[in-house]
């Protein structure tokens, strides 16, 4: 069973950091095998892409409103691909998703990804 594990997640001040965390199951899904991306959806929202980062060449791309700000990496030896979130704003509130898609090329639409965690909630407050 391919799994996506976030974590990280919390209540932040306005102006200050997080960073979240995707473990992919060692068995099953190898992150580095897998053109990962993060997305987040606030409530009556749809599901809005954050970042994404590509499985060969590890080229990034960046929603927008997060450039600058967040930061997508990922490390090989521990599975797990990051989500730096620096400069936090109210509007960053929402649940942030980690996500899997099989093809090279990085995607922004959330239905060419294959895998999903479960999510993770990201508080900002004011």
């Known amino acids: 069973q391919v799994q996506l594990v976030e974590s990280g997640g919390g209540l932040v001040e306005v102006g200050g950091s997080l960073r979240l965390s995707c473990a992919g199951s060692i068995r099953t899904l190898r992150v580095y095998s897998y053109t990962m991306g993060w997305f987040r959806q606030a409530p009556g929202n749809e599901r809005e892409f954050v970042a994404a980062?590509?499985?060969?060449?590890?080229?990034?791309r960046y929603g927008d409103s997060v450039k600058g700000r967040f930061t997508i990496s990922r490390d090989n030896a521990r599975n797990t691909v990051y989500l730096q979130m620096n400069n936090l704003k109210p509007e960053d509130t929402a649940v942030y998703y980690c996500a899997a898609k099989g093809w090279d090329t990085i995607a922004v639409l959330s239905s060419q990804y294959d895998y999903w965690g479960q999510g993770a909630q990201v508080t900002v407050s004011s």
């Open positions: 980062i590509s499985r060969s060449s590890g080229s990034t």
